[in-house]
């Protein structure tokens, strides 16, 4: 009862509301706050520590910035939930705050619009040399789309557009990578999209920003689209997401096959050239995975000189506690 009271009287300020309710909508930094609001930092900031105090709202840290959302897990969900749902969406101030945080939506955007269209030019040559992108999606698809996924984690989100291709066939996503220029696009493209369900945040996928065990830290499945041949250990990076999968959880890998384009790795920082299905059934046997499928998309042309292959993984399914206990009587 105590901890009900105290949410409630930390929502119960005229500029909590409007922060909770501005936070329902998008992740946004300290300074986009207070442009919005229209008050100074130090007030915002004793604002947004008394909601995250009262698990209204969380906090997390991407390079130098700091994002604020409203809560995903605990009881302030429904709190925050029901704020939302009775609020006056004719209220002159909220209408307000909606149209600065529009502004500050664009701004973003524009920002994350020119790095794209600076750094566009090496990923639509790399798009030329395979099949196209549509059909490896397809595949990707046809392997998790069918099942009933809680969550999904993208290791190594890039563009964001693994989260919004699967946000109709699962509840939550999360995306993560060291870009924070990826991220802006990443957050623009899910923004646009209409997909409210699925979130990125800074991280490393050798070490992955999420608790061991904690129940809203666990992911259904993993994917890793053409982010392993960066990597200098793939199998760590496998590694780190089977301890944030749920038991049987389900690791997709979509990436190349063996190839001979060296400029890839001199001009676009790749540091393998591809995998053979027999390097990544053996990461699968070394980790304990069980390989499910695999796919591989060859070139149609003479244009298209790289072969994409997806693989499907499981973990082992853990016996319940409840099977650990009959058998230890």
């Not at 946004?28 to 706050?33: A, C, D, F, N, W």
């Not at 009881?75 to 009775?86: C, E, I, N």
Request: charged content about 25%; overall charge positive.
């Amino acid at each position: 009862m105590e901890h009900l009271i105290g949410q409630l009287r930390a929502a119960g300020d005229t500029t909590r509301l409007r922060l909770l309710l501005l936070l329902r909508e998008a992740e946004l930094t300290v300074s986009e706050l207070t442009q919005i609001l229209g008050q100074s930092q130090p007030r915002v900031s004793r604002h947004l520590k008394l909601l995250c105090a009262a698990g209204l709202l969380e906090r997390f840290k991407e390079g130098s910035w700091v994002f604020y959302r409203a809560a995903e897990r605990g009881d302030g969900v429904v709190l925050v939930r029901t704020l939302g749902a009775m609020a006056d969406a004719e209220n002159t101030v909220l209408a307000h705050d909606r149209q600065r945080l529009a502004a500050v939506r664009a701004a973003r955007a524009a920002t994350a619009s020119a790095y794209f269209k600076a750094n566009a030019p090496r990923w639509e040559r790399i798009r030329s040399l395979h099949v196209p992108e549509r059909e490896v999606e397809s595949a990707i698809i046809r392997l998790l789309g069918h099942d009933a996924l809680e969550s999904v984690l993208d290791a190594g989100t890039g563009t964001g557009r693994m989260l919004e291709l699967l946000a109709p066939h699962i509840k939550r996503g999360v995306g993560v990578d060291v870009s924070p220029e990826m991220l802006a696009i990443a957050r623009d493209r899910l923004a646009r999209s209409g997909v409210s369900h699925c979130q990125v945040r800074m991280g490393d996928v050798y070490r992955l920003p999420f608790l061991e065990g904690g129940r809203h830290e666990m992911f259904d499945a993993a994917i890793f689209h053409q982010v392993l041949h960066y990597l200098d250990d793939p199998q760590a990076a496998l590694r780190e997401a089977m301890r944030v999968l749920k038991s049987g959880g389900r690791i997709l890998i979509a990436d190349f096959a063996p190839h001979q384009l060296e400029f890839l790795r001199r001009d676009h920082a790749h540091r393998r050239l591809g995998f053979s299905d027999r390097e990544v059934q053996g990461w699968f046997k070394v980790a304990g995975l069980k390989s499910l499928a695999v796919e591989q998309l060859g070139p149609r042309s003479d244009d298209e000189r790289l072969t994409v292959m997806v693989w499907l993984a499981s973990t082992p399914a853990k016996p319940s506690r409840s099977r650990d206990l009959e058998a230890a009587a």
